[in-house]
């Protein structure tokens, strides 16, 4: 039996101005740290300790995984960064105002581009100062111009396969630190949500998610760990 542990970051900065952040690098606010000592103390307090970590490229979810690690006495487990856990990238949505978009273009669009499973947002314009193509960390890397959940789920699923599985397989204890749309992209593969389920699928930030795992590596149910 293995475990896998799912924590979407803390609040971020912008998710406290309500703007579209996407792969923009917006750091925690106070709150989002407290979240993610909040999420390690209750990985200790329910004695589920990590043994590997993985997480994105991205500030808000490296120190979300650094905070919790360090509250549960685990820092010193080995960890790796991939852009394939990174969120949904936002497009020509990224650093707008999530409520005066929606008063620009409605609540419908704003939904359709927010939650459907296949409409991606506009791309982001070339020359953007969003645009993060020439960013070192992204070196060797296509960034993508904007994604839907659909495109999101089509490269956070390989690295599930080929990366996080295998360690779950080797019986670890495994903590993802990512972003809302990364997890939920993982979330309705394990879940075997569908397409019209998963609009509805919110992941709250600092929230320790966990899958049980049998011999034959089949998650068992989802459950929030504050809750078992
Ligand atoms: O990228 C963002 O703006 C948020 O982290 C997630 O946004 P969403 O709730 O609109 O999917």
Not at 113 to 123: E, G, L, N, Y
């Amino acid at each position: 039996m293995s475990t896998l542990i799912l924590i979407r970051h803390g609040q971020s900065r912008w998710n406290l101005e309500n703007r579209f952040t996407g792969w923009w690098d917006v750091d925690l606010t106070e709150k989002g740290v407290a979240e993610a000592i909040a999420a390690g103390e209750l990985l200790a307090e329910k004695g589920v300790l990590p043994t590997v970590a993985f997480t994105s490229l991205q500030t808000r979810a490296i120190k979300t995984l650094h905070l919790a690690l360090e509250a549960c006495g685990r820092l010193w487990i080995p960890e790796t960064k991939d852009w394939r856990l990174n969120e949904r990238h936002y497009g020509g949505l990224t650093g707008l105002d999530k409520a005066e978009t929606a008063a620009r273009h409605g609540d419908e669009q704003v939904h359709i581009w927010r939650r459907s499973f296949d409409v991606p947002p506009p791309d982001m314009e070339p020359g953007s100062e969003f645009d993060l193509s020439a960013d070192p960390r992204y070196a060797g890397i296509a960034v993508p111009r904007t994604e839907s959940l659909k495109l999101t789920i089509e490269r956070v699923l390989p690295y599930w396969e080929s990366a996080i599985l295998p360690q779950l397989a080797a019986g670890e204890t495994v903590v993802v630190a990512a972003h809302g749309n990364s997890l939920r992209a993982l979330v309705k593969h394990l879940s075997d949500i569908s397409d019209e389920d998963i609009t509805g699928l919110e992941i709250p930030t600092g929230q320790p998610i966990v899958y049980r795992f049998d011999d034959a590596m089949t998650p068992g149910e989802r459950r929030y760990l504050k809750d078992t």
